[in-house]
């Protein structure tokens, strides 16, 4: 089984809301000083559940990654935990696509890699949280998808899939090739050994470009930004008074009635 797990390099989630900032005239979100990338958490969900279909089949692992400059060292955590082949789709045209833009690049990624499948992604990145790139692959791929995977297991050429819901989950069977976007149900990934991380440095970094993919991402764009701001959050206190608690409660009462009905 060839496992393609689709990854992306994020701003760290977990840092301070305080430390982002946001470049109005330019429409960017700048990255908080001192607060290195890393991998989409879910991403990470994808490489583990990857993983552990590796435990239990005769699996190969590919990961796959697109943007302007990838960090390698960040990137390459995927490999120290037991993916064997790094593809990079590299290219300045590649930053601040949209998911439709961004599921064409990758899956014309998917396509000069060849054979593959099954093909993991994380349900939605910690930057946009649109959710929407995996199933575009999919559908650029004309293959079956399902979102939102807590646990998945491969039976001959088919995929069991345990799809979590708002009340508990739901049981999908599908014929391979195809496409899931993980959960965190999946489980964290696990941790890198020392002879991973040394093995990681040795194993296969293929880096295409959009010329090598035969795309001009920059005619790939469907949706367009008009503004891009941080919401001024204003507050107001004010002390409601009364000669007793009773009549100061009952003032309170009176205004918001006034102001809210």
């Known amino acids: 089984m060839i496992i393609i797990v689709c990854v992306k390099v994020v701003l760290d989630p977990e840092a301070p809301a305080s430390l982002f900032k946001v470049d109005s005239e330019a429409k960017k979100v700048l990255p908080p000083k001192g607060t290195?990338?890393?991998?989409?958490?879910?991403?990470?969900?994808?490489?583990?559940?990857?993983?552990?279909?590796?435990?239990?089949?005769?699996?190969s692992i590919i990961i796959l990654s697109m943007g302007k400059s990838i960090p390698k060292p960040v990137i390459k955590k995927a490999l120290a935990t037991g993916a064997e082949r790094l593809f990079l789709l590299e290219d300045e045209s590649f930053e601040e696509l949209d998911s439709y833009a961004s599921a064409a690049v990758i899956a014309a990624g998917i396509k000069k890699i060849g054979d593959f499948d099954l093909i993991l992604c994380g349900r939605e990145a910690a930057d946009s949280?649109?959710?929407?790139?995996?199933?575009g692959i999919a559908e650029k791929l004309g293959i079956p998808s399902i979102s939102i995977a807590g646990k998945i297991k491969a039976i001959d050429r088919k995929l069991i899939v345990e799809?979590?819901?708002?009340?508990?989950?739901?049981?999908?069977?599908?014929?391979?090739?195809?496409?899931?976007?993980?959960?965190?149900?999946?489980?964290?990934?696990?941790?890198?050994?020392?002879?991973?991380m040394m093995a990681a440095q040795k194993k296969p970094v293929t880096i295409w470009k959009a010329a090598d993919l035969g795309l001009n991402a920059q005619q790939l764009n469907r949706a367009k930004l008009f503004n891009l701001f941080q919401p001024v959050r204003e507050t107001k206190c004010e002390i409601v008074a009364g000669a007793t608690l009773e009549g100061a409660g009952a003032n309170l009462a009176k205004k918001l009635k006034n102001n809210f009905l």
């Open 163 to 196: 799809r979590v819901v708002s009340d508990g989950y739901e049981t999908i069977e599908v014929t391979l090739p195809a496409l899931a976007t993980i959960s965190s149900e999946a489980g964290n990934l696990r941790s890198a050994t020392v002879a991973g």
């Open 129 to 135: 949280d649109a959710g929407q790139v995996g199933l």
């Open 36 to 59: 290195p990338p890393v991998l989409n958490p879910f991403d990470e969900n994808a490489i583990e559940c990857a993983l552990k279909l590796k435990d239990s089949e005769n699996a």
